[in-house]
């Protein structure tokens, strides 16, 4: 059997350095990049055509959701297994609508991982036994047509809101994503009107609430 290709995206280096010394034991796989934010997850995954990306949500820059979201447009043979501390409701439903595979979490036994990552490079779908009442709900589909993380956002407002929130200035986020200070302003603008907040402690209250960023991110 050809060896299972995969990216791990974490911001914790330790964590990182911890799961590629575990999965470089398994014969069946091997690891082939890491990256710490979603901007170089999403690159990571165009360049080195991954099997599977292990994701977490919480990370800067981008966060795990929206990076899902991008990896799946940029290089949709590439299967999204998230691996998250949030076994909230809202963060599994938007990891499957952004169109990851599976859904675990970090305090899982290896063993677990390895299953997961299996099943979703064998296009299974995989989603830990301690969150499986959330998918199995009998209103995962409505939920997942209303207002699941942010949807009256844009991917480009969501970008922005977490930057913002990450306490970049006007300008550094103008110069991360290659755009012009008016824009950046126009979208801070549209966000504080959509979400009726007109605080950045607000916004970054909204943003946390939501996994676009943490406290120690």
């Not at 590439?78 to 909230?88: G, I, Y």
């Not at 290896?110 to 997961?116: N, Q, S, V, W």
């Not at 998918?135 to 993380?149: A, C, G, P, Y």
């Given at each position: 059997?050809?060896?299972i290709?995969?990216?791990?995206?974490?911001?914790?280096?330790?964590?990182?350095?911890?799961?590629?010394?575990?999965?470089?034991?398994?014969?069946?796989?091997?690891?082939?990049?890491?990256?710490?934010?979603g901007?170089?997850?999403?690159?990571?995954?165009?360049?080195?055509?991954?099997?599977?990306?292990?994701?977490?949500i919480?990370?800067?820059?981008?966060n795990?959701?929206?990076?899902t979201r991008?990896?799946?447009?940029?290089?949709?043979?590439t299967?999204?297994?998230c691996l998250s501390?949030?076994?909230?409701?809202?963060?599994?439903?938007?990891?499957?609508?952004?169109?990851a595979?599976?859904?675990?979490?970090?305090?899982?036994?290896?063993?677990?991982?390895?299953r997961?990552?299996?099943?979703?490079?064998?296009?299974?779908?995989y989603?830990?036994?301690?969150?499986?009442?959330?998918?199995i709900d009998?209103?995962l589909s409505?939920?997942?047509?209303?207002?699941v993380?942010?949807t009256?956002?844009?991917?480009?407002e969501?970008?922005?809101?977490?930057l913002i929130?990450?306490?970049?200035?006007?300008?550094?986020?103008?110069?991360?994503?290659?755009?012009?200070?008016?824009?950046v302003?126009?979208?801070?603008?549209?966000?504080m009107?959509?979400l009726d907040?007109?605080?950045?402690?607000?916004?970054?209250k909204?943003?946390?609430?939501?996994?676009?960023?943490?406290?120690?991110?």
């Amino acid at each position: 059997m050809m060896s299972i290709r995969i990216l791990l995206a974490d911001d914790h280096v330790i964590f990182r350095e911890g799961m590629r010394g575990l999965l470089e034991k398994e014969a069946t796989m091997a690891v082939i990049g890491e990256a710490s934010n979603g901007k170089d997850t999403v690159r990571l995954a165009q360049e080195l055509h991954p099997d599977v990306v292990v994701m977490d949500i919480t990370m800067p820059d981008l966060n795990g959701i929206d990076a899902t979201r991008q990896v799946k447009k940029k290089a949709p043979q590439t299967k999204v297994l998230c691996l998250s501390m949030h076994s909230e409701r809202n963060f599994v439903l938007a990891m499957f609508k952004a169109g990851a595979a599976g859904y675990l979490l970090k305090n899982c036994a290896f063993d677990e991982l390895t299953r997961a990552i299996y099943a979703v490079f064998s296009n299974k779908m995989y989603v830990s036994p301690q969150i499986t009442h959330h998918v199995i709900d009998d209103s995962l589909s409505r939920s997942l047509e209303t207002k699941v993380f942010s949807t009256v956002l844009t991917p480009r407002e969501r970008e922005v809101l977490q930057l913002i929130a990450e306490g970049k200035s006007t300008k550094q986020i103008a110069d991360l994503l290659h755009r012009g200070v008016k824009t950046v302003e126009t979208h801070r603008r549209r966000i504080m009107q959509k979400l009726d907040i007109h605080s950045v402690a607000e916004l970054t209250k909204y943003a946390i609430s939501e996994g676009l960023t943490s406290l120690d991110t």
